[in-house]
């Protein structure tokens, strides 16, 4: 497993005002809010299909690719391929059926999980040997109703859940900066301690 820092972050989505509240656009949830944490603004590029930010400081490109989630790969594989990032320096952040919302799961490689942005990915870099963020949605419940269910909003005890994860993530954002992505794996794959019950409150004595 490479212990490179990365040099692209990818968030997934689709393009549109329509989807811009819609669970399958987490990915660039997080990349919106990771630029603002990092002082930097979107701009349109052509050439790599998308919304592009360098921010230098950190030495990381974010992009948001602008094809539609299942033609990602032609965006993230366009910048990698021009500015010589490998897969193994590339953290590509999306939405996830199967795990809860609240949850998250950081990973190198493996599996795409029937994915169409992350199939599209590795179609165009060659390999499935990239990092990705895993930022849980939950599940339907029905296959049948997968399409439906990703393309709609959270409901709003679900966006909190969501939300407060995404929080975890940005503030686990320097270690993962740095490379340390075993360290960053512990604190994101953990699962969030539950609340506390309330205490019963004392009844006056008899």
């Known amino acids: 497993m490479s212990a490179a820092a990365p040099r692209l972050i990818v968030g ?25 944490a990092l002082g930097v603004r979107f701009s349109h590029e052509s050439r790599f299909h998308g919304l592009v930010a360098n921010a230098r400081e950190a030495g990381v490109w974010l992009l948001m690719p602008q094809t539609f989630m299942n033609r990602s790969g032609q965006a993230i594989g366009a910048l990698a391929r021009f500015y010589r990032i490998t897969p193994a320096e590339i953290l590509v952040v999306h939405d996830e059926l199967d795990i809860p919302p609240g949850q998250l799961r950081l990973k190198f490689g493996g599996g795409l999980g029937g994915h169409n942005g992350l199939k599209d990915t590795s179609a165009h870099l060659g390999t499935n040997d990239y990092w990705r963020l895993r930022i849980g949605i939950g599940h339907p419940g029905d296959r049948n109703e997968v399409v439906n269910f990703v393309l709609k909003p959270a409901r709003r005890e679900e966006q909190t859940l969501i939300d407060e994860a995404m929080e975890r993530a940005l503030a686990t954002w320097p270690t993962i900066a740095r490379g340390d992505w075993n ?15 309330a205490k019963p409150k004392e009844g006056p004595s008899s």
């Open 183 to 197: 360290a960053a794996g512990t604190r994101l794959n953990a699962r969030p301690a539950a609340p506390k019950p």
């Open 12 to 36: 997934l989505g689709n393009p549109g005002a329509e989807y811009t509240e819609t669970r399958h656009n987490a990915g660039f949830w997080f990349c919106e809010r990771l630029a603002d």
